[in-house]
């Protein structure tokens, strides 16, 4: 829409009738809705735009004729005036069921500054007083409110029922209609008693209002909300300007972030986190580092959470770090990032969470990150629910999963899921069609694919397909006896990471769809039938490789340096030095830290010393200052430009922790007792040990426990065993020792070994 003046609604029977004769005549091919009812002019005098966007307009006039409508339109589309507009024409009050209270609250101020008169919009829910729900239903049976916001719990109280009995309403507008649906990213078991209330209080038209729903989802809202013959109004998905990114998830994440934000400074953006823990500390990080950063989750009390949205509308913060809690409604126009921390539960849910960004049409970065660590969690926290949800859930997550590690246009993908066909092959706004891979003809797997999924009779989804496709004689695959089948094994000879890869690509261009009612059995097109008997060019981009494990740091299957001709200078140095000291070459200098003095280029001690795995301790080595005046050299020679801002603060609780476990040492604590102290596991007390020796390039002195714990010959063996090693290899150590010690011991002697040789 494009914003005019906005203009004040003026008098009782401006809402009757805001249009009248008297206002000029229609303009040509402007329809009438209703009587002396002109829709453009009602736009323009009740909220100051001039034109209607998109489907708007038509989605009014069904709902003004007493049509049921499905709406599915993007975030930041124009969703609410659909209910609003005519809620303000029509007789009646339109009962508007929202979610959350914080979108109700909003949605009713915004009207409270269109109205000259107060009371032309509430809402109803836990947080009124008993004086405040008098003061509404007063203002509802005067036929002074035009819209009531509901939340559906508020909705099913029988008082509220009741009441709502004796009143004309207008029409019920259902937002976040996904939340009816099991397969919706946020489903909500009291939106499935919407329909039976609205039976109870009355009939009249139903309007339902979502950003995000897959065929399977519409179906779902369709259903339980009794509007099965809905109109239907399906805008694109399409949102050109939003950059689309999935990054490795690494060790060094937090930096990567903060690197991020530094970058674009100023510009305001939204953190998505699974937990509020992780929220709570990254908001830590954040302002440790000078960023203007709040969390937002729903632990917080009300005020609070006020007041950092309030904040953020304001530009007062700079960054929201969040749970899912925070975004609904939240009609911020220039968000120009959203990251998620945690790759998402559902498409869905990463969709409408992304679509928070670049709203008016500008900069909009959208960066996921993800580990496999991540997804495995996901997993686990749906252990113990029915096994129903079990199932819909890990269909979800594998729908993200493969999002993730796809190589095909991202923007592509996303479309698909949500029914919608994206035509071009290059949309040059993700990272994969800016940086995309080798294509590889895929036709004759294809045709294999396709064949095998016949043979098992369209019954199965993508996991068992694959299974049956490379021969794995699976426990369901011998129950179904498809072991016996011609077909099984028919791709076995093939690469196995090319069959994901082959059925996402068939998915999309319409040789394969997964079944709505029973969502992803894989079915085989007609198009994908008459590939069999006339295969064509079909070629495919392998998945993206991530490493199994997120603890990885940038160096070790992360990011790779930036500057690979330094790199490899400083790797030749590096080797100079082991053969002079007779060390291995990781306990000069770690690969990491490596990588990072070939990215950001450090020419002082001082600047080594904000490297990872660089401290005081490697500072005074007699190596130290020739790697700075290798770097420096390098960089006079290539006219190299230097990010002179490397250091990333960490949390102060986290940085005493580190202190209070230095002091103990030095006061030689055991180790056991240190972690008792700390209220921490023995375990992550030998990860904070690590971080201070590795990652820190700090020296302690562990011996006192060691001598304790461990005969010194065990010890010594140890260390030579690392000594002898070419890199820091702590797999091959367990190997090695782990039937004669356990895990814990060998990290000592690691943490030992590393710290003297090293630091």
């Known amino acids: 829409m494009k914003e005019g003046t906005k203009t004040k609604v003026v008098g009782r029977s401006d809402l009757q009738s805001p249009c009248s004769s008297s206002e000029g005549s229609t303009p040509q091919g402007q329809k009438d809705v209703g009587e002396g009812i002109n829709l453009t002019q009602a736009l323009k005098k009740y909220f100051g735009f001039d034109t209607f966007k998109g489907d708007q307009e038509a989605i009014i006039q069904n709902v003004l004729a007493g049509n049921d409508t499905f709406v599915l339109m993007p975030t930041g589309g124009g969703k609410s005036l659909c209910y609003q507009l005519p809620s303000l024409l029509m007789d009646g009050v339109a009962i508007v069921i929202s979610p959350l209270i914080a979108l109700m609250k909003n949605q009713v101020d915004f009207i409270a500054h269109l109205s000259e008169h107060e009371g032309t919009a509430h809402f109803l829910n836990s947080s009124l007083t008993k004086t405040a729900i008098d003061q509404v239903k007063s203002d509802i049976r005067s036929g002074r409110t035009k819209l009531l916001y509901v939340a559906p719990e508020s909705l099913t109280k029988e008082d509220n029922v009741e009441f709502l009995r004796t009143v004309k309403v207008s029409f019920y507008a259902v937002d976040e209609a996904h939340c009816i649906s099991e397969w919706g990213h946020d489903f909500r078991p009291e939106y499935r008693r919407i329909r039976p209330i609205i039976n109870e209080i009355g009939n009249a ?197 493969a999002y993730a590690e796809t190589s095909v246009c991202r923007r592509k993908m996303l479309l698909h899921y949500f029914g ?176 990072q003095m070939a990215t950001y280029y450090p020419v002082t001690l001082e600047e080594l010393k904000n490297i990872q795995g660089v401290g005081d301790g490697k500072t005074r080595q007699p190596y130290a200052k020739e790697f700075v005046t290798l770097i420096k050299r390098y960089c006079e020679e290539n006219d190299i430009e230097r990010q002179t801002d490397l250091r990333v603060r960490t949390k102060a609780k986290d940085s005493m922790r580190k202190l209070k476990i230095l002091q103990n040492i030095d006061r030689r604590i055991a180790l056991d007792d240190i972690a008792n102290a700390l209220g921490i596991d023995f375990d992550e007390l030998l990860d904070e040990l690590e971080g201070i020796v590795l990652y820190s390039g700090n020296k302690i002195n562990i011996d006192f426990f060691l001598n304790e714990i461990m005969d010194p010959d065990d010890v010594a063996d140890i260390c030579d065993f690392f000594r002898e090693q070419e890199k820091d290899d702590l797999e091959a150590a367990y190997r090695e020792f782990g039937q004669d010690f356990s895990e814990d011991e060998i990290r000592l002697v690691r943490i030992k070994f590393i710290s003297d040789m090293a630091n």
């Open 420 to 595: 919608e066909e994206y035509k071009e092959d290059n949309c040059h706004n993700c990272d994969n069609c800016l940086h995309p891979g080798t294509k590889i003809e895929a036709a004759n797997q294809l045709v294999i694919a396709l064949q095998a999924i016949l043979a098992i009779k369209e019954n199965f989804r993508s996991d068992y397909v694959i299974d049956f496709i490379t021969g794995r004689e699976t426990d369901e695959i011998v129950a179904h006896r498809h072991n016996d089948l011609e077909e099984f094994g028919s791709g076995e000879d093939e690469n196995p990471k090319i069959w994901n890869p082959i059925i996402r690509q068939a998915l999309i261009m319409g040789y394969l769809k997964k079944e709505v009612e029973n969502y992803g059995l894989l079915k085989v097109t007609a198009a994908g039938k008459k590939f069999i008997k006339n295969p064509r060019s079909f070629k495919v981009v392998e998945d993206h490789e991530f490493s199994d494990d997120d603890d990885v740091s940038a160096g070790e299957g992360g990011t790779s340096a930036l500057d690979p001709t330094l790199s490899a200078m400083l790797h030749d140095l590096r080797r100079k030095w082991s053969r002079k000291l007779d060390r291995p070459p990781y306990v000069i200098f770690q690969d990491v830290s490596i990588e």
């Open 205 to 401: 038209p139903v309007i339902a209002l979502t950003a995000t729903a897959t065929d399977k989802v519409r179906t779902d809202i369709k259903k339980n909300l009794g509007i099965v013959d809905a109109k239907e109004f399906k805008s694109s998905f399409n949102r050109p300007n939003l950059y689309y990114e999935v990054r490795q998830k690494t060790k060094d994440i937090d930096k990567d972030i903060v690197r991020f934000i530094k970058q674009h400074t100023g510009k305001s953006g939204i953190i998505y986190c699974l937990s509020r823990k992780k929220v709570e500390d990254l908001a830590e990080v954040l302002r440790a580092n000078d960023i203007k950063a709040q969390c937002y989750h729903a632990g917080l009390d009300t005020a609070t959470r006020t007041q950092t949205q309030d904040d953020f509308l304001m530009e007062k913060i700079d960054v929201i770090v969040a749970t899912i809690a925070f975004g609904m409604g939240i009609d911020k126009p220039d968000v120009r990032f959203v990251i998620h921390y945690d790759i998402p539960k559902s498409l869905e849910g990463y969709y409408q969470e992304t679509g928070r960004a670049g709203r008016d049409g500008g900069e909009g970065l959208c960066i996921a990150f993800y580990s496999y660590k991540d997804l495995q969690k996901l997993d686990k926290f749906m252990e113990g629910k029915p096994v129903a949800e079990q199932d819909i859930g890990r269909q979800l997550l594998q729908e993200t999963a």
